[in-house]
């Protein structure tokens, strides 16, 4: 426990350092019903320890994470979660569905691993290269490999 903790952590540490402080035009501080009122409705919300957080999608290789405490005020706007250094920091036997969902918000797709578990696809850009980070989970939702690579169909999907 102590362990994944750490890794979310320096997970969260990571997508800090790579943050602007305001994003959108939405400044820390401002309530959850000010930012949805703004940027419309969540592709996801999750309730956290803190308080709340919520995610946004303006591209499906885009995803933004932002932050509210337990006054329902802004306290983080994360420009973009989806980065492989970010996405490299998810340490299979540690990491969980919950873990990376509450990280990245939902995946682009999912699908059935063979019986082995699943495998969660989230779509991002490298360089102008279209990619993919596939999360693979066991049947007890624990990762057990992340794997990055290009996208294959990049030409056909993002036109």
Not at 109 to 118: E, F, I, Q, T
Request: net charge positive.
């Amino acid at each position: 426990m102590k362990t994944r903790r750490l890794a979310a952590g320096l997970l969260v540490a990571a997508a800090l350092a790579g943050c602007a402080a305001t994003g959108g035009g939405v400044r820390p501080g401002a309530t959850l019903d000010e930012v949805r009122a703004q940027w419309g409705e969540p592709k996801a919300m999750y309730q956290v320890e803190t308080g709340q957080r919520l995610f946004y999608s303006p591209q499906p290789w885009q995803v933004q994470r932002l932050d509210f405490d337990a006054q329902g005020r802004l306290q983080q706007v994360h420009e973009q979660m989806l980065t492989p250094a970010l996405l490299s920091g998810i340490v299979a036997g540690q990491w969980r569905v919950a873990d990376v969902q509450q990280a990245f918000g939902p995946p682009a797709r999912r699908a059935d691993d063979a019986g082995k578990g699943s495998q969660w696809v989230y779509s991002y850009q490298e360089h102008g290269v279209f990619r993919l980070a596939r999360i693979h989970f066991n049947t007890a939702g624990v990762v057990t490999s992340v794997v990055l690579g290009e996208d294959p169909a990049a030409d056909s999907r993002y036109r």
